[in-house]
């Protein structure tokens, strides 16, 4: 399952894909994200997105995996941060491969990490932000959403 929230306002994302499956409509969700969030970019302020896998969570089909990274060229002439999260050598070797795929345009950054604070700290350093409490928010609401659904 993916569910994500955005701060329009800080330019931040948190994603998250969580659960032992993940279906079409989970993908396409991601790519719509990644979409609005390449929106609410602008030339003077830079746009951050981590992307949570958990462990149990599958890596993406390949077209899928093409998709999201076909999302890069929407960020061009932006300042971004992309970082993914997740303990699995599997998830990052996806990550590596859409590198391979679809290159980052200039001033997209990318990089993996297996804590999200980690993530987030990174992404202040690479672009000199302080959009870490920003981040906790938006990964505390959906940590929330989590435990009202499962409860």
């Not at 970019?41 to 149990?56: F, H």
């Not at 795929?101 to 804590?115: C, I, K, L, M, N």
């Not at 604070?117 to 350093?125: I, P, S």
């Amino acid at each position: 399952m993916y569910r994500f929230r955005i701060d329009v306002n800080a330019g931040c994302m948190v994603g998250m894909h969580e659960g032992p499956t993940d279906t079409d409509d989970d993908y396409a969700r991601e790519v719509q994200s990644l979409m609005q969030l390449a929106g609410t970019g602008r030339k003077s302020a830079p746009t951050i997105c981590v992307m949570i896998y958990s462990p149990e969570t599958p890596r993406p089909p390949a077209h899928w995996r093409q998709r999201v990274a076909d999302t890069r060229a929407a960020y061009e002439g932006q300042q971004h941060c992309f970082a993914l999260v997740t303990s699995l050598v599997v998830h990052r070797g996806v990550l590596t491969a859409m590198n391979w795929q679809r290159p980052p345009p200039a001033g997209f950054r990318v990089a993996s990490y297996t804590e999200f604070d980690d993530a987030a700290e990174w992404a202040d350093r690479e672009l000199g932000t302080k959009v870490k409490p920003v981040l906790d928010r938006l990964r505390t609401e959906l940590l929330r959403e989590r435990l009202v659904q499962h409860a």
